[in-house]
């Protein structure tokens, strides 16, 4: 199947057109593997390669910036840098380093982060919404050499990049998303992303011009369908916690999935009773073909970058999904 790189950020094929494709670095993969990994992304011709800062594991700013020193061309996302954790000021020297460093390859994703480990350690804000709106805006300023918002404080003419990052905010929900369609450059939507969410979420965000949108899914690809179903289902154990009910909501599935949860033992219960038809609207799971089908519907949906989330062992998962490139 051919391919060209359209100007509008899509893969266009002769029989479909979809969003760009990224990865995800695993959050738990081993040091040692990180450098393999980062470069494998980009050998096997994934356009993005994204880090994510959960807390208890990895600095994201860290891994973007191994990741960009070890690759040529592949782009590097930052998802998400929670603004309750770091003085904006700071954060904007770190970003604009790395911008000059690597120009053109690193997209900046913000957000609030999970509350309740933002509260755990002391960091979550008293007005999350406004925290956000402020941080974004003022980092924006320094990024492009203006002040920050009532100072002085501005980064020297030395340490602003030629090519600013875009800013991209990690947020659910109605009022985050509207705060970024705003401000904001995109907006990253967080795994499960299926395109009824995506559809609702992109009315929400209701940007006035450009906004790139970046959509986490948890990915499993192979030549059996079903097997790729079955390998897909530990990861969505996950889904159905309080903080995932935007995620939901949108899906003719929702009431029942909810009750599904709310009768199972424990999430791996739940993750087990999940029809394989849920499986199928909750992840990118199947043959190649029937993935890049998928991916295609996210792009009819709004999204501009599929960002695939790998199952299982790392490396074997990360070949696999290059069968949909």
Excluded: K
């Excluded at 492009?144 to 990049?161: I, K, M, N, W, Y």
């Excluded at 970024?180 to 995109?186: E, K, P, Q, T, V």
């Excluded at 309080?242 to 029942?256: C, G, N, Q, S, V």
């Amino acid at each position: 199947m051919h391919r060209e790189r359209a100007r509008d950020g899509f893969d266009t094929f002769t029989s479909m057109t979809i969003p760009a494709s990224g990865v995800m670095l695993p959050r738990d993969l081993n040091a040692d593997a990180v450098r393999a990994f980062a470069r494998r992304a980009e050998e096997l011709g994934f356009a993005e390669l994204w880090v994510v800062e959960d807390l208890g594991f990895r600095g994201g700013i860290a891994q973007a910036t191994l990741a960009l020193s070890v690759t040529g061309t592949i782009r590097v996302g930052l998802g998400i840098l929670p603004v309750g954790a770091r003085n904006v000021a700071f954060t904007a020297m770190e970003l604009a380093s790395i911008a000059q460093l690597f120009p053109g390859r690193l997209d900046a994703g913000i957000g609030h982060g999970m509350p309740g480990w933002m509260r755990s350690v002391g960091a979550w804000p008293d007005r999350p919404l406004t925290a956000l709106r402020e941080y974004t805006c003022a980092l924006r300023e320094l990024l492009h050499g203006r002040a920050l918002p009532g100072s002085d404080v501005t980064l020297d003419p030395s340490a602003v990049p030629a090519e600013a990052p875009d800013l991209l905010l990690g947020v659910r929900g109605p009022r985050s998303l509207a705060v970024s369609g705003r401000i904001a450059d995109g907006t990253v939507l967080a795994e499960p992303c299926a395109p009824a969410y995506v559809r609702a979420a992109v009315d929400q965000i209701a940007a006035p011009g450009p906004h790139r949108v970046v959509a986490y899914n948890i990915a499993s690809v192979h030549e059996d369908s079903a097997t790729a179903v079955e390998n897909a289902r530990p990861a969505l154990s996950v889904v159905g916690e309080p903080d995932w009910a935007p995620h939901i909501a949108p899906l003719d599935i929702a009431a029942e999935l909810t009750q599904l949860r709310a009768r199972s033992a424990s999430p791996e219960e739940f993750a087990r009773s999940l029809p394989n038809a849920w499986v199928r609207q909750l992840a990118l799971a199947g043959t190649p073909d029937e993935v890049r089908a998928r991916m295609a519907e996210l792009g009819e949906a709004g999204v501009r970058s599929n960002v695939l989330i790998p199952v299982g062992e790392p490396v074997e998962a990360l070949e696999l999904l290059a069968q949909v490139l």
